[in-house]
């Protein structure tokens, strides 16, 4: 026990400053205002990898590592679509996890935002379009905001998730 | 009699491999010889020739004393059939029913439900055969899978997923359960597939590194080295050195860091936290060299055909080196922390247990492998370039369980972060990207690495015009998802997390 507190104190406080928001990263459609006025920056997230290489999912697991602290930010992942407010998604969509994510979009309460994450979740990336792959989230259920990169950074997992709760500055809630 | 091993004939390239074909009709006895000699299946696929040799092909990759020895089986067209083997290689159950799914090559006497293919696609449709047509358009359908019942007083199941609870992989686990304890698990995996071997041949000898790197992110070095050295077995070529020792350099890396991520993560499934914060702020620390080093902080692309994509200067080698010491000093401080908590051993001990002889019966790979007594590891087995000259220590632990996993982790870590250095001191200078000649196309060519989970193997066929004929990308965990099903066996439901996390599998490699 001594030698855990020990290593506690010895490597303190490391998280670090998050980024700011970047309008860009939303789509067309605009973000309701009630709905940022509704969470405020706290936000329940479900990440749902529907077929992605799992290089997304290394990098979504770091927003939890002391330097981006994301649970410090107020946001943290849930087991349940039923608690969740975003739906954070991974990969083309492969045709067997169709239903599956689908189904999981449905369970979420309203309101609900999803977010594209990697160049696969934005537009099918490498795998593209075929008999096993749907390409682009796009596709197959609404999408918010897309965060593009093959891994993408936590920086900019970041970034596209604090681009959504930001929302309402941006419309003036 | 002659050994079977005698009669292949060599193939060009960085692992010792060689090549034979087979009547069909002698296949059986062929594996049943394999096996009495002590080879292992380490890959099984098929493919369509019938715009070249006609009929169909089996391949067979086995690895034995010598190597890798790849067999392939002409099947006529009209019945592209031979006998189950799954009695003689346990782990070629779940490939035949793929190779099934995938070209209708089928294996007569096996299991006959469907593994890759869900419901996504018509049963008599088959995507890698050459003259398959564009699929008609289908509306996303459930599937009905015919899972294994277990009857009995007081049984019952427990289905969990494809979507889990967490930041994971999706497949299903069908739990058969009395009170807490597990009876029987089955595994139902496919959910992630997304055509990578029809996608590879639409695509360049050059651009596949690309696509075979994210056959499975976690282990991208390891694939996109094992790709290169099979194209570069096509074409007779060997990248520079100082690109082979930088290849090693990140497979290490890689190694290293999802070795720290699953540290963390054990701790952290069996009730402490603490270890996932200090691991996971050590693996930061290794991604972000890498970001100062190879340019990504998961450099997929840094591995390219005849060598790497670019060089390390002073100051990115600098960085590297700067970071090993501090590195080992703060996994030790953990290791002890660990070795010393007697809640974590408490959960670690005896849990999910593969015997030496289980693991040996199911043909178990790598990590896993080795803490059920196995030594099979490629780096020093057939030692390519670095390997030959940096003396690998073979790491083995006998206990089989989750303790055992947790220490061949750390265990290898620290050797890991030995090779680190010994491959920054002794880098050669030189070039770090060699010219490509044109690929051979009447032989496969073969890539193999030991990545961090396992054995990483690559099949590669060359078309005519420069094109990718047939790749096959096979990931270490087609051996190890059914020993899964196998350590769970006895176990509480609770403990099943801790006991996945212990061999870490990746669903994506596995699907493809």
Redesign the interface.
Same mark, same amino acid.
């Given at each position: 026990m001594l $030698?855990?507190l020990m290593?506690?104190g010895r490597?303190g406080v490391?998280s670090e400053a998050p980024p700011a928001p970047d309008p860009a990263l939303r789509l067309a459609q605009a973000l309701r205002k009630e709905i940022a006025r509704v969470f405020g920056r706290a936000l329940a997230i479900r990440?749902?990898? /529907? +077929?992605? %290489?799992?290089? %997304? =999912?290394?990098?979504?697991?770091?927003l939890?590592? @002391?330097?981006y602290n994301l649970e410090g930010l107020g946001i943290k #992942?849930v /087991?349940? @679509?039923r608690h969740a407010d975003l739906l954070l998604v991974t +990969?083309?969509v492969?045709?067997?996890?169709?239903?599956?994510l $689908?189904r999981?979009y449905e369970a979420m309460p309203e309101p609900k935002w999803v977010i594209a994450a990697g160049d696969c979740g934005c537009n099918g +990336?490498? #795998? +593209?379009e075929?008999? /096993?792959?749907r390409g682009p989230v796009a596709r197959v259920i609404p999408v918010d905001v897309q965060v593009p990169g %093959? @891994?993408p =950074?936590p920086l900019a997992l970041l970034r596209g998730i604090l681009t959504l709760v930001s929302a309402a500055a941006d419309t003036g809630g | 009699m002659v050994s079977s091993a005698a009669r292949f004939s060599p193939l060009p390239g960085a692992v010792p491999a060689g090549l034979t074909d087979l009547e069909a009709g002698e296949l059986r006895a062929f594996c049943e010889r394999r096996r009495a000699e002590g080879a292992s299946l380490m890959a099984l696929w098929a493919s369509d020739e019938r715009d070249r040799v006609g009929g169909f092909r089996l391949h067979l990759a086995f690895l034995d004393d010598r190597g890798l020895q790849v067999a392939r089986v002409a099947l006529a067209e009209s019945a592209p059939e031979y006998p189950d083997l799954s009695d003689l290689f346990p782990a070629a159950a779940r490939m035949q029913r793929a190779a099934s799914d995938l070209t209708g090559v089928r294996a007569l006497g096996g299991d006959p439900r469907p593994w890759l293919r869900h419901a996504a696609w018509p049963a008599d449709w088959f995507p890698l055969r050459r003259d398959a047509p564009a699929p008609a358009p289908r509306e996303p359908q459930p599937e009905v899978y015919d899972f294994v019942a277990v009857a009995g007083d007081g049984v019952h199941e427990i289905p969990v997923g494809p979507v889990h609870a967490g930041i994971i992989e999706p497949g299903h686990f069908r739990f058969s359960v009395v009170g807490e304890k597990v009876l029987r698990l089955e595994e139902r995996l496919g959910y992630t597939h997304k055509g990578i071997e029809k996608r590879f041949e639409s695509l360049s000898l050059t651009e596949g590194a690309r696509l075979a790197a994210r056959v499975s992110g976690d282990s991208a070095a390891a694939y996109a080295w094992a790709y290169c050295m099979a194209l570069e077995s096509l074409c007779r070529v060997a990248p520079p050195p100082r690109a082979l020792w930088l290849r090693a350099l990140l497979v290490e890396r890689e190694r290293i860091a999802n070795h720290l991520g699953d540290l963390g993560a054990l701790g952290n499934d069996a009730g402490f936290a603490f270890g996932l914060a200090q691991f996971s702020r050590l693996k930061e620390q290794v991604l972000r060299a890498n970001h100062a080093a190879f340019g990504a902080r998961y450099p997929f692309d840094y591995i390219v055909p005849g060598g790497v994509a670019r060089d390390l200067d002073e100051a990115q080698w600098q960085t590297l080196w700067t970071q090993l010491l501090p590195l080992q000093d703060e996994a030790r401080r953990l290791r002890a922390i660990y070795d010393d908590h007697g809640g974590l051993q408490d959960r670690f001990t005896g849990c999910g247990r593969i015997s030496p002889e289980l693991a040996v019966r199911l043909g178990l790979v790598g990590l896993a492998a080795r803490a059920s007594g196995q030594t099979r590891d490629l780096r020093c087995d057939f030692p390519c370039a670095p390997y030959d000259r940096l003396a690998v220590n073979r790491i083995t632990h006998l206990g089989g369980d989750v303790a055992a996993r947790v220490a061949v982790r750390f265990d290898e870590l620290f050797e890991s972060l030995r090779l680190c250095r010994a491959i920054l001191e002794h880098l050669p200078d030189g070039a770090v990207r060699a010219e490509l000649p044109p690929a051979a196309t009447d032989r496969p060519g073969c890539g193999a690495v030991e990545g961090w989970r396992g054995p990483v193997l690559v099949a590669l066929e060359a078309g005519p015009d420069g094109r990718i004929r047939r790749c096959h990308p096979h990931d270490p965990s087609w051996q190890n998802w059914p020993a899964l099903e196998y350590a769970v066996i006895g176990n509480i439901v609770p403990d099943f997390p801790l006991i996945n996390k212990s061999f870490n599998l990746s669903y994506s490699g596995h699907d493809r």
């Open positions: $030698k855990t290593q506690i490597v490391v990440q749902v990898d /529907a +077929g992605s %290489c799992n290089g %997304c =999912e290394l990098e979504i697991h770091a939890n590592n @002391p330097y #992942f /087991a349940s @679509p +990969g083309p492969s045709r067997h996890m169709e239903i599956a $689908k999981t +990336g490498i #795998f +593209g075929s008999y /096993a792959s %093959c @891994p =950074e | -």
